[in-house]
Structures are given as C-alpha cells and as structure tokens.
C-alpha cells in the first residue's frame, strides 16, 4: 500500500538533540566553575548529564538539583550555568543537513508530515519553529496529549486518528529501535531507522534504514 504520510521523531531525527544537549552542559559546567563551583570540569559534566538522565533530559530543575547533590546552593552559580546552557543551546541547535529541503519535496510530492515526540509539546514547537521548520507539519503531537510516551502506541494511535488513514499507509522515522521502530511496526506501520541519529546500537530491525535524511526521498517514490 503506498504511503501517504510520515511521522517523525524530532529529537536526533530531525534536530541532533543529544550534541546540542552536550555542549549546552559543558558550557554551563565551565560559567559555574568560573563562579565558583568547587568541582573538575570532566566530574562535574559527568554528574550533570546523571542528573538529567535522573530527573528527565527536558527537566527545568536539572540545574538545581545538580548543585544540591553536590552540597552547593548559590544562586549566583546557578544563574552562571543556566545562562551560559541557554546560550550555547541557541548556538547548536539545528537541523540535521539536508532537513528543510527534504520535508519541501515530500510535502511537494503531496504527503502528511507529522511529529510523534516525547519531549513536552511547547518544547518542541519552539525548536521546530527556531529552526523556520513548523510550517511543513500538519500537527505537532507531545507528552501531555495522552500522557504516555511512544513506547506506549498510544501517542502513534493518536498520531493515525489525526491523519485519518490505516497504519500500513503511514511511515514512521525515528532514532530509536525500542521508543519509535518497535511501537510503530505494533501498529502495522511501516518504519525508517535514523541511523545518524543513534547513541548507541539496539536490538531490532525497521523496514528501511536511513543513513541521511534525504535518503527518505528514495523510499517514497
């Protein structure tokens, strides 16, 4: 059955979230220490990273919560890292190459694009929108519209609801076997592993692998 829409995952498949996130925590370990953080620099990024992977990489009490295991409670370091994250973040938060021109041809050739994601809702549009990309999507679906991540269906059932078309004609793409491939094959819908967005290797097998974005163009033809 030939597909008429996709679903993306957006954090390493659309935008290389997990390089942003890393130099953002640098930058902000390295304001702190220069305001007094009594902390290694390469310690001090370890256990932040182990704070947001603890409390939830979107979480906004990562920072804080760092500090106090730490035994520091200075807003003037706190300030310090938030600061600096924030503005690292802006710096390195873009698109994988190729991104924008390929969903142009495939909202061209007349197909649905959706974005399926665990990150909160306002998250996400404020990076798709920062990076001039929102316009090519017909809906943006988060964490809090069924209070369930991926792994779950519910998310990529609502996803389907919304396009109003049969799992076997949508295609899913995203970076993870176990929170994007598994779930959607599920539901009977076909998959795209990003294989340039992958942290690690998994377990498990998607109907087509994608070492670029724009290789999506050679599978919807």
């Known amino acids: 059955m030939k597909v008429k829409a996709i679903i ?28 007094g953080l009594k902390l290694p620099f390469k310690q ?17 009490k990562a ?20 600061q600096a994250y924030l503005e690292e973040k802006r710096k390195f938060l ?6 924008k021109q390929t969903l142009k041809k495939l909202k061209k050739r007349g197909l649905k694009l959706a974005i399926v994601t665990d990150a909160p809702k306002l998250k ?5 929108i920062s990076l001039g990309i929102d316009d ?3 809906f943006v679906i988060g ?9 779950s269906l519910e998310p990529l059932k609502l996803a389907a609801e919304k396009l109003s078309l049969k799992p076997e004609e949508i295609l899913l793409v995203g970076d993870s076997i176990e929170r994007d491939i ?14 340039y967005g992958q942290e690690k290797k998994e377990k498990g097998k998607a109907d087509f692998k994608i070492e670029k974005i724009e290789d999506l163009l050679k599978i919807i033809n």
Do not use: H, W
Request: hydrophobic share 40%.
């Open 8 to 35: 993306f995952d957006l954090d390493n498949t659309l935008i290389d979230f997990m390089k942003m996130k890393k130099e953002a925590c640098k930058a902000a370990i390295k304001a702190m220490i220069k305001k």
């Open 44 to 60: 001090a990024y370890k256990k932040l990273m182990e704070t947001y992977f603890k409390v939830g990489i979107e979480s906004d």
């Open 63 to 82: 920072f804080e919560k760092f500090l106090e295991e730490q035994g520091f409670k200075d807003e003037k370091i706190l300030a310090a890292g938030i």
């Open 94 to 99: 873009k698109p994988y190459p190729k991104v």
């Open 124 to 128: 996400a549009y404020q990076r798709i």
């Open 136 to 138: 090519y999507f017909d």
């Open 143 to 151: 964490k809090e519209d069924t209070g369930m991540e991926k792994a």
């Open 182 to 195: 598994e779930p959607a094959k599920k539901l009977g819908m076909k998959t795209a592993l990003a294989k």
